[in-house]
């Protein structure tokens, strides 16, 4: 559906608060009685897979997913199937062996024939492009785990490296997989215990059948050593340092000695120690999509008939979603609470608030319940864990990994609640429980000045060598990113302006660290890369917004002057934004071909530059870009839904739906509040 005709001149006033109220009218009206935003956190193709084949072998297959569950899982596949018959890392890659491989397997699983269409298609991309021998290792992992490739065909994943020492002063420790990035140690932790393990399905007729589709040459004469390190050239992100290469081959001359041995078995059981440690702390969510369907695998392994396994099963469903492509699963439980954070902040700066009390309310009720109350159980350092009383996950308070970012905007959020002056909010998030939410904030700060995710740097990027995965990109240890430090910047200025005795000293210093960690990161072009969102657009709206809450504006800052001329260089004819996802993988800022602007980018460009304070200096570029939104809303009050615009680990792009929505509003807002002066 297109939007409204372009209207000509300046937006005046009426034209911006019409569009606002539209804007939120709309979308209070997909909000859910709890008070969150549900919505499409999709995209990649690599996770359907791993669960499909968990319950295939775990035999709770159609117990999982009933005939319409798997109808519309095929319906996906049909939907996300390349020209050239591949599929990609995600919905708007190319096609590559990963993705190809294991949606075929998928398809094959749920029932459809190799005879259909699509199969034959995918089969031919597989066949055409080495065989499925050269699908990256985490495919490997799956095919193996399947019965449809040889363990032997892996690089190690030696459970054994969980008995290494932690402490970082023996050396060894600063390689511990604790000191990794949680999402990548929560992953090779199950995984290194069904590989130690073995851990392989029944021999199906169907394995049988999958073993002769999936290969170039017969199953039995597959040279397995050497496929340990084939990979398709489209799969190949991040191909093997030559040390890795002897890293591995040292350790696959040593499995023959570990397979069975004493010391295995005293691997396995550590593993299997954190494994349900994360299970219980979680709720058997788990941290994310692939450790979830990998955890149940294990727990399934250790004991059939166990609890922990059959309290997996429910849990899957928390990641399952249904839209107009079909049923997908999600890069996580949900992106709930980020995006009601982001929802009610929106919301906040139109200067329209008052006008929405119930849509607030419950968005401030989703956001009270879902604060982490309590820290992990257990001595944290023995787990491997950070401090988490106060702060805030991504999604759900059953999943409850606190987050810098996601602690960042639940703070905000809470502070801009409190300012809706008809006092309409009710009682408020407790001074003592935004408290919290600081200590764990500051507490996140690395020696670099900048904040990481989900805990501190623990290594040193070097580590990067052992990076085993070939698709993903920096994934070994947490970084300092742009985007989280100026979360965690803003939070704290806004909490000072509001609390300005409380940990004052501190908080001035962590503000003047983070400035120096931002300004540091800034390109000599005035961009920031972007590691969570597409990409160079996203991350000037947080490096200008990060600036601005320590004073900094084009008047006195030369980097906020070089943020925005960089903006206003990509600026389109039309008056909007539209980067490609490729600037991510790329890491150069690529235009969407044929020119075409989007509607989340030009709201973060608006941002950037109301946050800099250069509006003034670009009227007809800001009266532009505000005409371009304004004529992309569509009658209902909605946005468009147009290309995809997360992304993680550099290559792979995820769906945040409801962006369509709050970013429009949260820039028209502040374009109605802070130029306008409505």
């Given at each position: 559906?297109?939007?409204?005709?372009?209207?000509?001149?300046?937006?005046?006033?009426?034209?911006?608060?019409?569009?606002?109220?539209?804007?939120?009218?709309?979308?209070?009206?997909?909000?859910?009685?709890?008070?969150?935003?549900?919505?499409?956190?999709?995209?990649?193709?690599?996770?359907?897979?791993?669960?499909?084949?968990?319950?295939?072998?775990?035999?709770?297959?159609?117990?999982?997913?009933?005939?319409?569950?798997?109808?519309?899982?095929?319906?996906?596949?049909?939907?996300?199937?390349?020209?050239?018959?591949?599929?990609?890392?995600?919905?708007?890659?190319?096609?590559?062996?990963?993705?190809?491989?294991?949606?075929?397997?998928?398809?094959?699983?749920?029932?459809?024939?190799?005879?259909?269409?699509?199969?034959?298609?995918?089969?031919?991309?597989?066949?055409?492009?080495?065989?499925?021998?050269?699908?990256?290792?985490?495919?490997?992992?799956?095919?193996?785990?399947?019965?449809?490739?040889?363990?032997?065909?892996?690089?190690?994943?030696?459970?054994?490296?969980?008995?290494?020492?932690?402490?970082?002063?023996?050396?060894?420790?600063?390689?511990?997989?604790?000191?990794?990035?949680?999402h990548c140690r929560m992953v090779y932790l199950p995984m290194s215990y069904v590989y130690g393990a073995r851990g392989t399905g029944k021999l199906t007729p169907?394995?049988?059948?999958?073993?002769?589709?999936?290969?170039?040459?017969?199953?039995?004469?597959?040279?397995?050593?050497?496929?340990?390190?084939?990979?398709?050239?489209?799969?190949?992100?991040?191909?093997?340092?030559?040390?890795?290469?002897?890293?591995?081959?040292?350790?696959?001359?040593?499995?023959?000695?570990?397979?069975?041995?004493?010391?295995?078995?005293?691997?396995?059981?550590?593993?299997?120690?954190?494994?349900?440690?994360?299970?219980?702390?979680?709720?058997?969510v788990c941290i994310g999509p692939v450790n979830k369907v990998i955890n149940m695998l294990c727990c399934w392994l250790e004991d059939p008939n166990s609890e922990?396994?059959?309290?997996?099963?429910?849990?899957?469903?928390?990641?399952?979603?249904?839209?107009?492509?079909?049923?997908?699963?999600?890069?996580?439980?949900?992106?709930?609470?980020?995006?009601?954070?982001?929802?009610?902040?929106?919301?906040?700066?139109?200067?329209?608030?008052?006008?929405?009390?119930?849509?607030?309310?419950?968005?401030?009720?989703?956001?009270?319940?879902?604060?982490?109350?309590?820290?992990?159980?257990?001595?944290?350092?023995?787990?491997?864990?950070?401090?988490?009383?106060?702060?805030?996950?991504?999604?759900?308070?059953?999943?409850?990994?606190?987050?810098?970012?996601?602690?960042?905007?639940?703070?905000?959020?809470?502070?801009?609640?409190?300012?809706?002056?008809?006092?309409?909010?009710?009682?408020?998030?407790?001074?003592?429980?935004?408290?919290?939410?600081?200590?764990?904030?500051?507490?996140?700060?690395?020696?670099?000045?900048?904040?990481?995710?989900?805990?501190?740097?623990?290594?040193?990027?070097?580590?990067?060598?052992?990076?085993?995965?070939?698709?993903?990109?920096?994934?070994?240890?947490?970084?300092?990113?742009?985007?989280?430090?100026?979360?965690?910047?803003?939070?704290?200025?806004?909490?000072?302006?509001?609390?300005?005795?409380?940990?004052?000293?501190?908080?001035?210093?962590?503000?003047?660290?983070?400035?120096?960690?931002?300004?540091?990161?800034?390109?000599?072009?005035?961009?920031?890369?972007?590691?969570?969102?597409?990409?160079?657009?996203?991350?000037?709206?947080?490096?200008?917004?990060?600036?601005?809450?320590?004073?900094?504006?084009?008047?006195?800052?030369?980097?906020?002057?070089?943020?925005?001329?960089?903006?206003?260089?990509?600026?389109?004819?039309?008056?909007?934004?539209?980067?490609?996802?490729?600037?991510?993988?790329?890491?150069?800022?690529?235009?969407?071909?044929?020119?075409?602007?989007?509607?989340?980018?030009?709201?973060?460009?608006?941002?950037?530059?109301?946050?800099?304070?250069?509006?003034?200096?670009?009227?007809?570029?800001?009266?532009?870009?505000?005409?371009?939104?304004?004529?992309?809303?569509?009658?209902?009050?909605?946005?468009?839904?147009?290309?995809?615009?997360?992304?993680?680990?550099?290559?792979?792009?995820?769906?945040?739906?409801?962006?369509?929505?709050?970013?429009?509003?949260?820039?028209?807002?502040?374009?109605?509040?802070?130029?306008?002066?409505?």
């Open positions: 559906m297109e939007g409204n005709s372009a209207p000509t001149g300046a937006p005046t006033g009426a034209d911006v608060t019409a569009a606002l109220r539209e804007g939120v009218s709309f979308y209070q009206q997909l909000q859910q009685p709890d008070g969150h935003w549900p919505g499409d956190y999709g995209g990649p193709l690599f996770l359907m897979p791993g669960l499909v084949i968990t319950c295939y072998v775990t035999g709770c297959l159609d117990e999982v997913l009933s005939p319409q569950h798997q109808a519309e899982m095929l319906r996906y596949l049909r939907n996300q199937q390349n020209r050239d018959g591949g599929y990609g890392l995600h919905i708007e890659g190319q096609s590559t062996m990963f993705g190809t491989a294991l949606s075929y397997v998928t398809m094959r699983i749920l029932g459809l024939p190799a005879k259909d269409e699509v199969c034959k298609d995918a089969q031919q991309w597989i066949l055409n492009h080495g065989g499925a021998t050269h699908i990256t290792s985490w495919g490997k992992f799956w095919l193996a785990v399947l019965g449809c490739y040889s363990w032997d065909g892996m690089n190690p994943t030696p459970p054994e490296i969980w008995l290494l020492p932690y402490a970082s002063w023996s050396g060894i420790g600063l390689a511990h997989p604790g000191r990794f990035w949680c169907l394995v049988q059948s999958l073993r002769k589709e999936l290969f170039c040459t017969s199953y039995d004469a597959v040279d397995w050593n050497a496929a340990r390190n084939q990979c398709a050239p489209s799969d190949l992100y991040y191909p093997h340092p030559k040390i890795q290469d002897v890293l591995w081959w040292a350790l696959y001359k040593a499995e023959g000695l570990l397979l069975g041995s004493g010391l295995r078995k005293k691997a396995l059981a550590e593993v299997m120690r954190h494994v349900h440690y994360e299970d219980e702390n979680t709720r058997y922990a396994f059959k309290r997996h099963i429910p849990r899957l469903y928390d990641f399952l979603w249904v839209a107009e492509d079909g049923m997908k699963m999600q890069g996580y439980n949900g992106s709930q609470l980020w995006d009601t954070t982001f929802a009610v902040q929106a919301i906040c700066a139109t200067g329209l608030a008052a006008e929405f009390p119930d849509c607030l309310r419950k968005a401030q009720h989703y956001v009270d319940v879902t604060q982490v109350r309590e820290d992990c159980p257990g001595p944290l350092v023995a787990w491997y864990r950070h401090i988490s009383k106060g702060a805030w996950p991504f999604s759900t308070r059953d999943h409850g990994w606190p987050i810098s970012d996601c602690s960042s905007e639940g703070l905000k959020a809470c502070l801009a609640l409190a300012e809706v002056k008809d006092g309409s909010m009710g009682s408020s998030v407790s001074d003592e429980r935004l408290q919290d939410c600081v200590n764990v904030i500051l507490s996140y700060q690395n020696g670099d000045g900048g904040w990481a995710t989900y805990e501190n740097t623990r290594s040193y990027s070097a580590l990067e060598l052992i990076n085993p995965s070939e698709t993903f990109g920096d994934i070994v240890i947490d970084y300092s990113y742009v985007e989280c430090t100026s979360a965690c910047m803003t939070s704290l200025a806004e909490f000072q302006h509001k609390y300005p005795d409380h940990r004052a000293a501190e908080i001035a210093k962590s503000l003047r660290r983070g400035q120096a960690f931002i300004e540091k990161q800034q390109r000599a072009d005035g961009s920031w890369y972007g590691s969570w969102g597409v990409c160079f657009t996203y991350a000037a709206w947080f490096g200008c917004d990060a600036l601005a809450c320590v004073g900094k504006s084009v008047a006195n800052s030369e980097a906020q002057l070089r943020a925005c001329e960089f903006l206003l260089s990509k600026q389109c004819s039309d008056g909007g934004w539209g980067e490609s996802y490729l600037s991510c993988q790329d890491k150069v800022y690529s235009q969407l071909q044929p020119e075409q602007s989007q509607v989340v980018h030009t709201a973060w460009a608006i941002l950037a530059l109301i946050s800099a304070r250069y509006q003034t200096r670009a009227t007809k570029q800001m009266t532009a870009a505000v005409r371009y939104l304004l004529s992309r809303q569509l009658p209902s009050g909605d946005w468009p839904q147009e290309h995809i615009t997360g992304v993680f680990n550099r290559n792979c792009m995820i769906t945040y739906a409801n962006y369509r929505n709050i970013f429009p509003i949260w820039a028209l807002g502040r374009y109605r509040t802070a130029v306008l002066k409505l």
